[in-house]
C-alpha cells in the first residue's frame, strides 16, 4: 500500500473516531434508550399512563418502592424529595414513584400512601401496573426483587404475607426517553444526582 | 478505582449491556467522563458522605442517664392502612442490669418484628433479628434508618406524616413506657424535636 492510499484511510479512521467520540460526549452519558419499549401503567389516580413516552418532554426522577416497606423505600422517597426540593425550579422534572409489588399495591393504595408521604405535587405520580409489566419494566431498569415471608420461622413458598428484597436504585431518564443516571436510591447524596439534572437540563 | 468506588456505591450489581463488570454504573460513567482525576476526588467526596449524609447522623450523643432507662427521640414512618411502619429511636440503658426490649404497642398496630437492614450486593434486605431486643447495661443502643428497626406490622390506621402516634414500649425490667412519636418522612432533625 503505498503513502497516498494509507493516508486518506488514517483520515476515515481519525474521523470514525471522532464521530465515535461525540456520541459519547453527553454528560452524563446514555446508559440505555427506552425507546423501543413502552409500559402501559396506571397512576395513583386510575388513570392510564405509557411509561417513559407518557413522560417525554420532561426529565424523569424514578424511584422504586413497594409501600409494606417501612424502612428502606421511605429512605427512597425521602432522597427524592430532598432533589426536588434542591432544584432552583421543578419546571421540565417531573418526579415517578413505580411500585414493584403491583399485586398489593393497588392505584388506592398507592393514593393513600402518596398522600401519608405529604406528596401532592401534580408532577409526582405513583405508579402500578399488571404484574408481567411491572416485571418487565424492572427488568429494564435493573431492578431486582425478590419475595420473602414476613414470618421467619414460615416455610419458604409461603405466600400470604411477604416482605420483598430489592435493589435500592434511583433512575434518571432526559426528555428523550434515554437512561442518564443510576444511583443508590437510599443513600446517593441528592446533591449529585440534582447535578445531573442540571447537567441534562441544560 | 472503579471498584473502590463501585464498593463504596454499588448502584446495582446485575444489569444492563451498559454495565461494567464491577456494577456501579453512576460511578463508571463518573470515571468515564471525568477521567481518573476527578473520580479520585469524587472517591473522597463520597468517603465523606456515605457514612453520615443528609442529617440522618444521630445528633450529639445524650449522656446515658444515671441508674435508669430512657428513650431518646423515637419517630416513625407513615404508612398506608394494611401495611408497615417502622420505629425509630436511641435506648439509653444507663442502669448496671441488662434490660430487654419486649413489645411495643398501640391500638393500631397488630404486631412487631425486629429488623436489621442488610446491603447483599446492592440489594436491600431485612433480617429478622429475634423477638426481642436485648439492652445491654451503660449501653447505648441505636434504631435508624437502613439498619436496626422495629417494624410496626399491619396497621389499621394510617400513620401520615406531620402527627404523632402514642407507643407502649414494654421492657422486661423497666416495664412500660409509654412515649410519643412523630410521623415523619425523614430522621429528625439533629437535636431534640419539641
Ligand atoms: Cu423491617
Known amino acids: 500500500m503505498t503513502r497516498f492510499a494509507a493516508f486518506p484511510l488514517l483520515a476515515a479512521f481519525v474521523l470514525a473516531g471522532l464521530g465515535a467520540g461525540c456520541s459519547q460526549t453527553l454528560d452524563p452519558p446514555v446508559q440505555d434508550d427506552l425507546d423501543d419499549t413502552e409500559y402501559t401503567l396506571t397512576t395513583h389516580d386510575s388513570t392510564a399512563v405509557t411509561f417513559p413516552d407518557g413522560y417525554s418532554g420532561d426529565v424523569l426522577v424514578v424511584g422504586y418502592v413497594y409501600t409494606q416497606c417501612p424502612d428502606v423505600c421511605p429512605m427512597i422517597t425521602a432522597n427524592m424529595k430532598k432533589i ?45 401496573g399488571r404484574p408481567e409489566t411491572i416485571d418487565q ?60 439534572i442540571q447537567k441534562i437540563r441544560s | 478505582m472503579i471498584d473502590a468506588l463501585s464498593k463504596r456505591l454499588p448502584v446495582r450489581s446485575g444489569g444492563g449491556p451498559w454495565q461494567g463488570s464491577g456494577g456501579g454504573s453512576w460511578a463508571v460513567s463518573w470515571a468515564v467522563s471525568w477521567g481518573v482525576a476527578l473520580s479520585l476526588s469524587a472517591v473522597l467526596l463520597l468517603a465523606g458522605c456515605t457514612g453520615d449524609d443528609s442529617g440522618d447522623a444521630p445528633p450529639d450523643e445524650t449522656p446515658l442517664p444515671s441508674s435508669k432507662l430512657d428513650v431518646d427521640q423515637p419517630w416513625v414512618r407513615p404508612a398506608a392502612p394494611g401495611g408497615n411502619s417502622a420505629l425509630y429511636m436511641t435506648i439509653l440503658n444507663g442502669t448496671s442490669t441488662p434490660d430487654t426490649l419486649l413489645d411495643v404497642t398501640a391500638p393500631v398496630i397488630d404486631s412487631i418484628q425486629i429488623h436489621q437492614t442488610v446491603d447483599s450486593a446492592g440489594t436491600m434486605r431485612m433480617q429478622p433479628l429475634g423477638e426481642t431486643l436485648p439492652l445491654p447495661p451503660k449501653t447505648r443502643v441505636t434504631l435508624e434508618p437502613g439498619a436496626k428497626h422495629v417494624m410496626l406490622m399491619n396497621l389499621s390506621q394510617p400513620l401520615t406524616d406531620g402527627e404523632s402516634i402514642v407507643l407502649d414500649l414494654d421492657f422486661a425490667q423497666k416495664g412500660l413506657l409509654r412515649v410519643r412519636a412523630p410521623i415523619r418522612v425523614e430522621a429528625p432533625p439533629s437535636g431534640r424535636e419539641s
Open chain 1, 84 to 128: 426536588r426540593a434542591a432544584l432552583e425550579s421543578t419546571d421540565g422534572v417531573r418526579f415517578v414513584t413505580i411500585t414493584f409489588d403491583p399485586e398489593r399495591d393497588t392505584p388506592s393504595r398507592l393514593h393513600t400512601y402518596r398522600a401519608a408521604y405529604g406528596i401532592d405535587a401534580p408532577t409526582w405520580d405513583f405508579l402500578t
Open chain 1, 137 to 196: 419494566l424492572m427488568k429494564r431498569m435493573g431492578v431486582r426483587t425478590s419475595r420473602t415471608s414476613t414470618n421467619p420461622n414460615a416455610p419458604a413458598d409461603t405466600t400470604d404475607t411477604y416482605f420483598i428484597n430489592h435493589t435500592d436504585q434511583i433512575t434518571l431518564i432526559d426528555a428523550r426517553g434515554r437512561v442518564r443516571g443510576e444511583y443508590m436510591g437510599s443513600r446517593t447524596p441528592p446533591k449529585y444526582i440534582v447535578e445531573d
